[in-house]
């Protein structure tokens, strides 16, 4: 980019260059767009050279245009309204947009979540309520009073606190300033080492299977490689806290 985008189009636009480039080997979160797009909205509204009905029919292009990235659980989360850094009521009229915009994609992604306080306005706390009856998981909701204060109890500045946002699937993030990161352990494939003393079901009759869904690519089940460490024989253990150790082991 070369300058300032100058009009809310540019604006989206500019975002949306931007968030690819950051997750370009994925998905990534978003966050709090409602209050990064506002001031453009409203200076193109006042100014005449944007409309409610062609901000919405723009919103629509770009929640189209993130789903042909990927679309189920790619982690690309949305928090609209709740409060600013000095406790302000900041829920606007891209908040209530932007649900508008769900609604009428009835889309998977991006996915939408909802900050809650006392002065909620109605008409932001209904179209939630109208994108939840959909019954595809969303919009998610979130309580500024517990939130913000249960961050505080641990530790956060309240500036911090009340710039909340969330990355994953619920888990809380301070938003342009956190991320989150985890190991994924997989229970039942240590149970499976287990039982093969370290090695991956070596049996050849097991069927090839596919992983997370039937357009990946088939992978062999019974590979029979070894994975983890040469612990007793499965038909040596005696008791249920024998196994339970050999399981730690691997």
């Not at 979160?29 to 006042?46: K, M, P």
């Not at 179209?127 to 956060?156: C, F, R, W």
């Amino acid at each position: 980019s070369e300058r300032a985008p100058r009009t809310f189009f540019e604006a989206a636009q500019l975002f949306l260059f931007c968030w690819r480039i950051r997750s370009h080997k994925g998905m990534a979160t978003i966050g709090r767009l409602d209050q990064y797009l506002i001031d453009f909205y409203r200076r193109d509204i006042e100014s005449g050279e944007l409309t409610e009905d062609k901000a919405l029919e723009l919103l629509v292009a770009l929640w189209k245009r993130i789903n042909t990235y990927g679309s189920g659980d790619t982690l690309t989360n949305i928090m609209l309204g709740g409060v600013d850094k000095d406790g302000n009521a900041v829920t606007n009229e891209l908040s209530c947009l932007m649900i508008k915009a769900s609604l009428i994609t009835k889309s998977t992604d991006p996915q939408i979540n909802c900050r809650i306080h006392k002065n909620t306005p109605k008409e932001f706390f209904d179209l939630m309520v109208e994108l939840q009856t959909l019954g595809h998981g969303q919009a998610s909701l979130y309580n500024d009073e517990v939130v913000i204060d249960g961050l505080i109890k641990y530790g956060y500045s309240l500036k911090d606190a009340r710039n909340y946002s969330n990355d994953g699937c619920s888990e809380i993030v301070i938003d342009a300033a956190s991320t989150i990161d985890f190991f994924q352990m997989e229970a039942v494939k240590i149970v499976e080492l287990t039982i093969f003393e370290g090695k991956e079901n070596p049996i050849e009759t097991v069927p090839v299977g596919h992983y997370w869904s039937n357009k990946s690519k088939p992978r062999a089940l019974s590979t029979g490689t070894f994975l983890g460490y040469s612990a007793k024989a499965l038909s040596e253990i005696e008791s249920y806290e024998e196994f339970y150790a050999a399981y730690l082991s691997q």
